[in-house]
């Protein structure tokens, strides 16, 4: 569980790199993520509160949206977050729910294995990137379909 030390009247440093299951505890198995998940970031006393802010740096192995090629893409997602100087016991205040909200929402709604994939032809299902198939693409509403036998004289 990240906890991060604080440092009265002034900045400290720290940084966590374990997998996402060691990290917050929980089953992240489905979620694809790669290797560690890398957090760098600083605890900051702004008189009023303590401010966390950083980066977790991860790697996501998943599925394309568009072409279904499996792939991995680097992820690099900031927090910036305020905490009431009662929130840290001991001088040391848990992020682990800060940390694990912002990796899990952070996730794409897409994933794309390049941001210009072409995906799959809607005829034949051949792989787009790797060429075109030659397939004829244009295809008929089917709610217009009855229109093509219609005769104008």
Avoid at 77 to 87: G, I, L, Q, V
């Amino acid at each position: 569980m990240p906890k991060v030390q604080t440092a009265r009247g002034g900045n400290a440093p720290f940084e966590f790199s374990a997998t996402a299951e060691k990290l917050f505890g929980e089953d992240f198995s489905g979620d694809g993520f790669v290797g560690d998940v890398k957090i760098f970031g600083e605890v900051e006393d702004v008189g009023r509160c303590f401010v966390v802010r950083g980066q977790i740096h991860c790697e996501k192995k998943f599925i394309c949206d568009r072409c279904l090629t499996e792939s991995t893409g680097e992820q690099v997602h900031e927090f910036d977050e305020e905490f009431d100087k009662s929130a840290a016991v001991d001088d040391v205040i848990d992020v682990t729910e800060l940390l694990r909200d912002v990796l899990l929402a952070g996730q794409p709604m897409k994933n794309l294995c390049k941001p210009n994939c072409k995906g799959l032809c809607p005829v034949c299902g051949a792989n787009l990137n790797d060429g075109e198939c030659g397939c004829d693409k244009f295809i008929v509403d089917p709610r217009l379909a009855a229109l093509k036998g219609l005769k104008i004289s």
